[in-house]
């Protein structure tokens, strides 16, 4: 073959290969917009009600430079670092379509359910071409033992990411985006009214309120459905009941957020309403909080003397502040880069930063009184450390116990009559006994 004929052959095989990777590039760059517009349209254009655009710079901005970031760079990049790409936005592509899948699932499609599920789609896709062009670029020359080992290298590189980032990543970004959609039936033993009040930060929540009979009343917390036991345990004493949907759930206006973050605003606001109702003593309000309704409860408390009693049951921790603070979960060092990617991941799609431990918050309840209930067995047993922790912390008054045998915040189903003399007995003595 003459020197004329080899360069003609090895131009059109470099231009096959750039029309290749215009191609794969074209369509990299289309399915990135796409995930954009999501996030654009999610954050952006179409918030959660009592939301504004302002109110998610950082979950809207970060995510954008990053896609901008990945589009500019890609047809630069070599074939592993263009199938790292693809692969990583396509599985932020499918994440963020999750949450249009369970809104649809739970109520029907709506607002930006829509660029959700062209997200989804657009994730796949680039799922597909990452995997195609990994493939595609493996290396075949050297020993196959080379060969192998780096595969499994690379295999073990992709299950340790998973572990640390991809996962801590997915649970941050569903805890922040997806919540209950719906109202649950009202079985509270008692007659009550439809409520509604208005957080500092402008948001309208919905509730439920059983009149009080003695001058005092307790949130049930939180949401509308798992506090009910404790709703109808204390109406049948005579206490009115505020159970509501905190913000981002059920009727409830803003951002959902499954870990409780700021969620203490929610809180004050439901003890303000109380405080304004004519068949109450705005001195004897009192809250019981289940599990993160707890931990946002001491915070809440810590932080407002609107509250003269408050139970918090199940209360362990919010984030690696309370992982670092809590004796309990110290030992834990295996866990602390998943939870880093967590805290850093929560800080993004929440646009604040974590709350302060609940060990550092505990001292500021008093003088209201502060009652920790855990479980035995709850969450593996892990909550007796920290709970222990939160009472030693605690200036009086203070009361701690651990439901024998008891499963996580199972103690009124687990030791009921126990679990109803302790309960009531602490709020007689620090909201009817109070002068």
């Not at 290969?17 to 996030?39: F, M, N, P, T, Y």
């Not at 760079?73 to 499918?94: D, E, I, M, Q």
């Not at 060990?359 to 593996?380: C, D, H, L, N, T």
Request: proline content about 5%; overall charge neutral; some cysteine.
């Amino acid at each position: 073959m003459s020197a004329a004929s080899t360069e003609q052959v090895g131009t059109r095989a470099r231009t096959g290969v750039w029309a290749r990777l215009a191609s794969e590039a074209l369509l990299a760059s289309a399915a990135l917009a796409v995930i954009g517009l999501h996030v654009l349209d999610d954050r952006f254009l179409q918030p959660e009600p009592g939301r504004a655009a302002n109110d998610h710079l950082v979950s809207c901005l970060v995510p954008l430079a990053l896609i901008s970031a990945a589009t500019i760079s890609y047809p630069k990049l070599r074939p592993g670092l263009r199938a790292s790409v693809a692969l990583l936005f396509g599985y932020f592509g499918v994440l963020a379509g999750t949450e249009a899948v369970y809104y649809t699932a739970n109520g029907g499609a709506s607002g930006d359910d829509f660029t959700g599920f062209l997200s989804l789609a657009a994730g796949l896709l680039l799922l597909g071409l990452g995997c195609v062009v990994l493939w595609s670029s493996r290396r075949q020359g050297g020993s196959r033992a080379w060969r192998y080992g780096r595969r499994l290298l690379i295999a073990a590189g992709v299950v340790v990411a998973a572990g640390v980032v991809f996962l801590p990543t997915s649970v941050a970004y569903v805890v922040t985006h997806t919540a209950r959609a719906e109202t649950p039936q009202a079985n509270l033993g008692a007659a009550f009214e439809d409520v509604q009040f208005r957080t500092t930060d402008g948001l309208l929540l919905q509730g439920w309120y059983i009149p009080s009979k003695n001058g005092a009343a307790v949130i049930a917390f939180p949401g509308r459905s798992g506090p009910q036991k404790q709703a109808r345990m204390l109406a049948r004493h005579g206490y009115g009941v505020l159970l509501f949907d905190r913000r981002g759930e059920g009727e409830s206006d803003g951002d959902p957020n499954a870990f409780g973050w700021g969620g203490e605003r929610d809180l004050y606001a439901a003890a303000a309403y109380l405080r304004s109702r004519p068949d109450l003593d705005p001195n004897r309000i009192g809250a019981i909080g289940l599990s993160v309704g707890g931990e946002m409860l001491i915070h809440a408390a810590a932080h407002s003397d609107a509250f003269a009693a408050v139970v918090s049951e199940g209360a362990s921790g919010q984030s690696l502040r309370d992982e670092l603070a809590n004796p309990g979960l110290r030992d834990r060092l295996l866990d602390l880069p998943a939870q880093i990617s967590l805290v850093a991941a929560m800080t993004v799609f929440t646009d604040q930063l974590p709350p302060p431990s609940l060990k550092s918050e505990v001292a500021k309840i008093a003088p209201a009184a502060v009652f920790f209930v855990y479980g035995e067995r709850g969450q593996g047993g892990s909550e007796e450390k920290p709970n222990r922790g939160f009472y030693e912390a605690a200036r009086e008054p203070k009361q701690l116990w651990g439901v024998p045998k008891g499963q996580h915040i199972a103690g009124i189903t687990t030791q009921p009559e126990e679990y109803e003399r302790r309960v009531i007995g602490f709020f007689d003595a620090a909201l009817l006994n109070s002068t």
